[in-house]
C-alpha cells in the first residue's frame, strides 16, 4: 500500500457551478488537447470518427434531465473528473507506488514508469475518475495541469487548469482551499458548496455548487446594479459542513445515488 502525506502545504481543486454550466463540453475538449501533449501525453484516442469512439478523457460531461417537483424539470449538466481527495482510496491500493499525493500541494499523479496497469486505483475509486489508456497500457488521469498551473513562461493570469480557462460561462474556479480567503473557499461558504458522496471517506478537495431551484411559475429577482437574476440556494445544502449531507439528501443525494448506480 501507498502512504498518504499526514498534511499538504496546499489544497489546490476546482469549485464548479452546477447552476452555469451550459454542458457545452469545452471543459472536455482543452483538457484533452492540453494533456495530449503535457504530463501524461500521449491520450489514446480510438476510432475517434467511427459509430464506437473510444479513448481516454480527463473531463467528460454528464446531462442529466432533474424532476425538481416544479414545471416538469430541469436540465442538469454534471462535470466529471479527478476530485484531488485528501485521502484519496487509489492511491493507498497501488501496490508500486505509481499513484501519488504530493505533500507540497494535495495533487494526486501517476507515475508512468512504475504503473503496472493493475487497475486496482480505478476500482478504488467511487468517482470513476481514472482512465486506463490501451496504448500505454497504464492508468491516467486528471494532473489539474500541474505542468501548466506552474509554467513561468505563461502569464500569471493563464495559470490554471486548462478547463477553467476554456470555460465560457466561468464554471469553474481554481485555488487553494487550504486558504480561506481564496476565492474557493469563499465560493464554498457562500453558495453552499458541498462534496460528492462524503459517504465514500475520500474526503473531495474540490466542491460542487447546486443548481438553482425556482418556484413554479415564478421568476427570479433581479439584481438593479448588475440586471443579472438573483439566485437562492438551494434549501436543502444550507450551511457548510458538509458532514451533514447525506446520501438521501436533496441533490447531493440525486448525485450520490446516479454515480453510485
Same mark, same amino acid.
Given at each position: 500500500?501507498?502512504?498518504?502525506?499526514? *498534511?499538504?502545504?496546499?489544497?489546490?481543486?476546482?469549485?464548479?457551478?452546477?447552476? /452555469?454550466?451550459?454542458?457545452?463540453? #469545452?471543459?472536455?475538449?482543452?483538457?484533452? @488537447?492540453?494533456?495530449?501533449?503535457?504530463?501524461?501525453? +500521449?491520450?489514446?484516442?480510438?476510432?475517434?470518427?467511427?459509430?464506437?469512439?473510444?479513448?481516454?478523457?480527463?473531463? $467528460?460531461?454528464?446531462?442529466?434531465?432533474?424532476?425538481?417537483?416544479?414545471?416538469?424539470?430541469?436540465?442538469?449538466?454534471?462535470?466529471?473528473?479527478?476530485?484531488?481527495?485528501?485521502?484519496? #482510496?487509489?492511491?493507498?491500493?497501488? +501496490?508500486?507506488?505509481?499513484?501519488? &499525493?504530493?505533500?507540497?500541494?494535495?495533487?494526486?499523479? !501517476?507515475?508512468?514508469?512504475?504503473?503496472?496497469?493493475? &487497475?486496482?486505483?480505478?476500482? #478504488?475509486?467511487?468517482?470513476?475518475?481514472? @482512465?486506463?489508456? @490501451?496504448?500505454?497500457?497504464?492508468?491516467?488521469?486528471?494532473?489539474?495541469?500541474?505542468?501548466?498551473?506552474?509554467?513561468?513562461?505563461?502569464? +500569471?493570469?493563464?495559470?490554471?487548469? /486548462?478547463? !477553467?480557462? /476554456?470555460?465560457?460561462?466561468?464554471? $469553474?474556479?481554481?485555488?487553494?482551499?487550504?486558504?480561506?480567503?481564496?476565492?474557493?473557499?469563499?465560493?464554498? $461558504?457562500? $453558495?453552499?458548496?458541498?462534496?460528492?458522496?462524503?459517504?465514500?471517506?475520500?474526503?473531495?478537495?474540490?466542491?460542487?455548487?447546486?443548481?438553482?431551484?425556482?418556484?413554479?411559475?415564478?421568476?427570479? +429577482?433581479?439584481?438593479?446594479? *448588475?440586471?443579472?437574476?438573483?439566485?437562492?440556494?438551494?434549501?436543502?445544502?444550507?450551511?457548510?459542513?458538509?458532514?451533514?449531507?447525506? #446520501?438521501?439528501?436533496?441533490?447531493?443525494?440525486?448525485?450520490?445515488?446516479?454515480?453510485?448506480?
Amino acid at each position: 500500500m501507498t502512504d498518504l502525506p499526514k *498534511s499538504t502545504r496546499k489544497k489546490l481543486g476546482l469549485v464548479v457551478d452546477l447552476n /452555469a454550466c451550459v454542458g457545452c463540453h #469545452a471543459c472536455a475538449v482543452s483538457c484533452k @488537447e492540453w494533456n495530449t501533449g503535457g504530463y501524461s501525453a +500521449p491520450l489514446t484516442d480510438r476510432n475517434p470518427y467511427g459509430a464506437n469512439p473510444d479513448g481516454v478523457w480527463f473531463n $467528460r460531461v454528464h446531462t442529466y434531465e432533474l424532476d425538481d417537483g416544479n414545471s416538469g424539470g430541469r436540465t442538469v449538466n454534471f462535470p466529471r473528473a479527478c476530485l484531488h481527495c485528501e485521502t484519496p #482510496a487509489c492511491v493507498t491500493v497501488c +501496490p508500486t507506488g505509481a499513484s501519488f &499525493k504530493r505533500e507540497e500541494d494535495g495533487i494526486v499523479l !501517476v507515475n508512468p514508469d512504475t504503473c503496472i496497469g493493475c &487497475k486496482l486505483c480505478s476500482w #478504488a475509486c467511487p468517482y470513476g475518475a481514472r @482512465e486506463y489508456d @490501451e496504448d500505454d497500457g497504464i492508468m491516467k488521469k486528471c494532473t489539474l495541469c500541474v505542468d501548466r498551473i506552474y509554467n513561468q513562461n505563461l502569464e +500569471p493570469e493563464q495559470r490554471e487548469p /486548462a478547463c !477553467v480557462s /476554456a470555460c465560457p460561462t466561468n464554471a $469553474r474556479h481554481f485555488g487553494d482551499f487550504a486558504d480561506p480567503q481564496s476565492n474557493v473557499s469563499k465560493l464554498t $461558504r457562500e $453558495r453552499n458548496g458541498y462534496s460528492l458522496m462524503p459517504e465514500s471517506g475520500c474526503q473531495p478537495t474540490w466542491q460542487y455548487l447546486p443548481p438553482v431551484v425556482r418556484k413554479s411559475g415564478a421568476s427570479d +429577482p433581479v439584481d438593479a446594479t *448588475s440586471n443579472q437574476p438573483v439566485h437562492t440556494p438551494v434549501p436543502e445544502t444550507v450551511g457548510s459542513d458538509h458532514s451533514k449531507v447525506t #446520501a438521501s439528501t436533496g441533490f447531493p443525494g440525486w448525485v450520490d445515488r446516479t454515480l453510485t448506480r
